[in-house]
């Protein structure tokens, strides 16, 4: 049985429920008729709610049989939308008979066309296609590869790239590969503007005051009004044509394809089509697309998706053979293999296997590129408890007007007033309650907003988030490069050596390094790059190599080891190195760093040598985890708390002879071999300072009874030093570290506390069934006095086997460590389950899934705007908070100490409230941008 509805993007952040409907005419035609006797009036009420008009044209069916369908958002907001099906004719004269278009993977597109005379069903929401799949009866996003493809498949069915007649026919169904903005007329944009329900109030108190001779005050609300219209709808022309002009520009790349027949042919990148295999020549190119590496190697800039423009370096799919499809495969890893639309490709190194290529993935506005436009011409809707207490305002301004024009017809009778002078003055009094200059007032106050903060260098693309940062109680805060500084000051090593650290070895300006395995990790395991003559990369890379005073080349004309020709790069020793007995390492391959796995690693060999060195650095927790015991020291968490309770950033080092095996290329080598089995080198101490700037702003913020939280990958006792150092944990408070360990055997799962007081720590350890411990989860006295520290690990082991100490962690935790960025957007939604209104402040490059998460989330950024988050500051700190916050800030300034989660810490007046309500509406009546502008005023 086919069902009458479906969801569409299941258990996606844009999931939709979409049902099935079928015009009937005799209904049209009564509507039609409606319109006419209610003067249109009919009409504009289904403009305002889509759904009734669905309900009353058509009739409800099985999604085949349908010819509209109407969609319905999964959150609170449960917003209609109503879509017509269209069809798609293919061309099938370029196909051979017998021919099988699709490769046998792709259910999606495999299953959909079988016979040349079939129509292919379609609809179109947000500017993606959804074609109709009859083989599972839904409908499905085309223009993506299938997500179940493993890595073999896509190596061994598109390495070599797509036929023509592949192409061509899904050029047809996919659509092209094109993210287009149209630019709306300019009486479409005032007709959707003036059809708010309030502009309808604002008329009709207009036209009772004109009737009753209030002409001056009437023409001033008439010329007020119409500036905010004016205004509005110039901020929105402009805003679409730039837009337009921005993703216009790299709708037309001149791409390099590989055909399957071995044929090369550059076109226009709108003719991409998934499956397509393109090859990257080493130009500096905007990606049209986003696309899986398949061979060699590639450099971009991402900084329009996360707002760093510290290069990255992507590495080609491994050729797995397994049936597992290639997500879950790589993981947590796999942005470290998918070059995104819209970034910089920087430079291109190739291997031994041909050419750099990628095979094509996502096309149009299924790209990265294609979701950041997306979310500006179709923002989230965000604080549904502040659109539902706005209403709760306005119903009770109505029922004062109720009550006032009740009034007024009692004492005008009793006065015996004519009928004429009765009726006037209730429609009067009905005006009073609901001031008529507020919707513009209130339209020119948010655009003035975002005029004040472009000039404060804070860009928004989401302005309805402005009125929700008035309401934000809770600031999340990443460490390094926010509260911290971005550079690392190199403090110096702790090598390790019969199983146990020697001296500390303190680096001062002409210190270098003698010859070690120790020094051939500082030199080698790094993503620096060339650029320009200058290198460039991650600011703890860039340290930790200057500090070994080698210098740093590519190989231009190829590094040539067992056969294997392929371009890498070479380290040197620089003039001011010591002397060493080696000329060089040259890294032949690299694994970049994966906030998930929290560590990196690479595969080098000494030049003129054949041996072949795996070295590897991260967290020292998980450096320790890869290496033999019997090379880890004794001392090892001794040492590591000793440092990082001083605040000091330290990076692991390890490092393994592979073994040499002639038939095994550099490219199949896994990152599973080369991190294994490890020799633990020691400890590399990097200083890492609070920015001036960090402790006024949270105390600023602190003064306004806003709670902090810090959310790190970094070591725990390092953030927790910061934490104290900065006063986000009070010098009275107590902060208390807490240890949450699985179940072990027959052992259950337990949790230990030790308390954590400046650079000292008291040891006793409790587990949490002890009387002390009870006595501390209790609720007494416990919201100023105590604060949780723990890491990512702990706390998912808290949730999973203590659910009931989740909402004490939640109102009391302050510091939360070694967090994936996984696990920074699940506690951030885990705050907002508790009526929190959540900012989040990072540096846009872990934390992109955070930043989307939270009510109001600032990527530090020298980008105008970025995928990354609603707000991007070009100041460099946290400065740009307390700016953003005090945009918005009519309520008083005094509130109570935040106690409770749901207490609104400085935006609770009506006005507050009243202008969420009509910001709402704009927001669900404007087709292309949300609201008064859609992004700031350039």
């Keep these: 049985m086919i069902e009458r509805s479906t969801m569409l993007n299941k258990d996606k952040e844009n999931e939709m429920e979409l049902f099935g409907y079928r015009t009937e005419r005799w209904r049209h035609a009564l509507c039609i008729l409606g ?17 009734w008009a669905v309900w009353c044209h058509c009739v409800p069916c099985t999604l085949e049989e349908a010819d509209v369908v109407l969609l319905r958002t999964t959150d609170e907001y449960k917003k209609y939308s109503k879509k017509k099906v269209k069809w798609i004719h293919p061309d099938w004269s370029c196909v051979t008979p017998g021919h099988e278009i699709y490769a046998a993977e792709e259910p999606v597109l495999n299953k959909l066309i079988r016979k040349s005379e079939c129509k292919v069903r379609c609809i179109r929401v947000q500017k993606t296609r959804y074609i109709w799949n009859t083989a599972d009866s839904m409908f499905q996003k085309i223009g993506v590869l299938d997500d179940k493809l493993s890595c073999s498949d896509i190596h061994t069915h598109y390495g070599g790239g797509l036929t023509r007649q592949e192409q061509e026919i899904r050029r047809q169904v996919c659509g092209p590969n094109a993210i287009e903005v149209k630019i709306v007329p300019i009486w479409k944009l005032l ?109 971009l ?3 329009m998706l996360t707002g760093e ?84 305002v306005i119903m009770g301004l109505v029922a004062l007007s109720a009550i006032g024009v009740i009034y007024t017809v009692i004492v005008f009778s009793l006065n015996g007033a004519s009928a004429n002078e009765l009726v006037l003055m209730s429609f009067i009094m009905a005006t009073s309650a609901i001031p008529a200059a507020l919707p513009a007032a209130l339209t020119v106050g948010v655009l003035y907003a975002q005029i004040r903060l472009k000039k404060q260098g804070i860009f928004c693309i989401s302005p309805q988030r402005i009125s929700v940062c008035g309401q934000l109680n809770l600031i999340c805060f990443d460490k390094t490069g926010t509260l911290t500084e971005d550079g690392l000051d190199l403090w110096g090593i702790v090598p390790s050596g019969d199983n146990s650290f020697t001296e500390v070895q303190r680096f001062s300006p002409g210190y270098t390094l003698s010859w070690s395995p120790l020094l051939g990790a500082m030199a080698s395991c790094h993503s620096l790059v ?30 040539k080891s067992d056969g294997e020709i392929s371009s890498c790069v070479i380290v040197k020793p620089g003039p001011s190195a010591r002397m060493v007995p080696v000329k060089g390492i040259c890294v032949l391959r690299q694994f970049p ?40 020291p004794f001392n090892f968490s001794i040492t590591l708390d000793y440092y990082t309770m001083q605040g000091f950033r330290v990076i692991g080092l390890a490092y393994k002879l592979l073994e040499s095996n002639e038939h095994l290329k550099i490219e199949q080598v896994t990152r599973e071999e080369v991190e294994s089995d490890l020799l633990f080198l020691g400890l590399l101490i990097m200083e890492n300072r609070l920015k001036p700037e960090t402790n006024p702003a949270l105390q600023e913020l602190n003064s306004a009874n806003i709670r902090m939280v810090m959310l790190t990958g970094d070591n725990l006792q390092t953030a927790c030093t910061v934490g104290l150092n900065s006063q986000m944990v009070p010098f009275a408070s107590t902060l208390l570290v807490l240890e949450a360990s699985d179940p072990e055997g027959d052992q259950p799962a337990s949790i230990a506390s030790h308390t954590m007081e400046g650079n000292r720590e008291n040891g006793h350890k409790q587990d949490e069934n002890s009387a002390a411990n009870r006595a501390l989860w209790s609720d007494n006295r416990r919201v100023d006095r105590y604060h949780y520290a723990m890491s990512g690990k702990s706390y998912e082991t808290i949730v999973q086997h203590f659910p009931h100490l989740v909402p004490d962690i939640l109102l009391n935790g302050t510091i939360f460590a070694r967090m994936t960025p996984k696990q920074k957007s699940k506690i951030i939604e885990d705050f907002q389950k508790l009526d929190y209104f959540v900012g989040m402040c990072g540096d846009g490059a872990n934390d992109c899934g955070a930043l989307k998460m939270a009510h109001a989330g600032i990527s530090l950024s020298q980008l105008e705007a970025s995928v990354a988050s609603p707000f991007t500051s070009k100041i460099p700190n946290i400065e740009c908070v307390p700016k953003l916050l005090n945009e918005f800030k009519w309520s008083s300034a005094k509130a109570g100490p935040i106690q409770t989660p749901g207490t609104a810490s400085l935006a609770s007046s009506a006005a507050v409230r009243c202008s969420a309500l009509y910001y709402q509406c704009d927001c669900a009546d404007n087709g292309i941008y949300s609201g008064a502008a859609a992004a700031l005023v350039q």
């Design 191 to 299: 007709f959707k503007e003036v059809l708010n329900p309030l502009y309808f109030f604002n008329a009709y108190t207009l036209g009772t005051w004109f009737a009753t001779g209030y002409i001056e005050y009437s023409m001033a609300i008439i010329i007020l009004t119409l500036l905010s219209i004016g205004a509005t709808i110039y901020n929105l022309r402009m805003q679409s044509m730039k837009l337009r002009n921005m993703v216009e520009s790299h709708n037309n790349v001149i791409v390099t394809v590989l055909q399957k027949d071995g044929a090369i042919k550059e076109m226009e990148s709108q003719y991409l089509v998934p499956g397509d295999v393109i090859i990257l020549t080493g130009k500096k190119l905007y990606l049209p697309c986003d696309a899986i590496l398949i061979s060699g190697v590639c450099v």
């Design 309 to 392: 423009s510290i290069p990255v370096t992507k590495t080609p799919l491994p050729n797995v053979d397994n049936s597992v499809p290639w997500k879950i495969h790589i993981g947590e890893n796999d942005r470290g293999h998918v070059l995104f639309c819209g970034t910089e490709i920087i430079k291109t190194k190739s291997r031994s296997d041909g050419p750099v290529k990628a095979v094509v993935l996502q096309t149009g506005f299924n790209t990265a590129k294609g979701d950041l436009v997306r979310s500006i011409l179709y923002p989230k809707p965000v604080n549904f408890k502040l659109h539902r207490d706005a209403f709760r």
């Design 35 to 51: 319109y006419i006797c209610s003067l249109g009036f009919l009409l504009l009420l289904f403009y305002w709610k889509p759904e």
């Design 301 to 303: 800039n991402e900084s």
């Design 530 to 559: 060339v650029l320009d003559g200058k290198i460039h990369g991650d600011p703890l890379d860039l340290k930790m190599f200057e500090g070994t005073g080698w210098e740093l080349e590519e190989c231009k004309t190829g590094w």
């Design 593 to 632: 760093f994966s906030s998930g796995l929290q560590r990196m690693s690479v595969i080098t060999q000494v030049l003129g040598g054949k041996d072949r060195i795996g070295f590897l650095k991260g967290a020292p927790e998980m450096v320790i985890h890869l290496c033999k015991p019997e090379t880890v």
